[in-house]
């Protein structure tokens, strides 16, 4: 007897299936931060240590501080879409909102010394 074969779109959609668990599985795993991350100064892979910040939301937050300069508060991130108040809730302890580093008082090397003529 010979079995049929199942077709090529049963697979695929069983793979997405088994890829989408897994995903969710391992994102309900993701241990947070030791301490706040700042938005400011905050990478895009140092958000998404915070729970309910992906790659996507990450590449958001650093646009809108790009954009809009450094956040002042964490309750900004309402304004990315996507981000509603349960969401806020729950990334809100993993975040705090600190001066962003000044590029233009960032010391420079020394002057190079200038000699006088005699």
């Known amino acids: 007897m010979v079995l049929p074969r199942p077709s090529v779109s049963r697979c695929f ?3 997405l299936l088994a890829s989408l668990i897994l ?3 391992a994102a309900a ?3 947070p931060p030791d301490h ?3 938005l400011n100064t905050a990478t895009s892979a140092e958000l998404q240590q915070v729970p309910g910040i992906g790659p996507v939301t990450a590449d958001k937050i650093l646009k809108m501080r790009k954009v809009h300069g450094p956040f002042k508060s964490v309750n900004e991130l309402r304004a990315i879409k996507g981000i509603g108040p349960r969401r806020l809730a729950k990334m ?4 705090t909102v600190g001066d962003a580093p000044d590029r233009k008082s960032a010391p420079r090397g020394k002057p190079a ?3 006088k003529r005699p």
């Open 23 to 25: 995903s969710l599985i």
């Open 92 to 95: 809100k302890p993993y975040l």
């Open 29 to 31: 795993k993701k241990k």
């Open 13 to 15: 959609l069983s793979f």
């Open 113 to 115: 010394a200038v000699q």
């Open 36 to 38: 706040p991350i700042n």
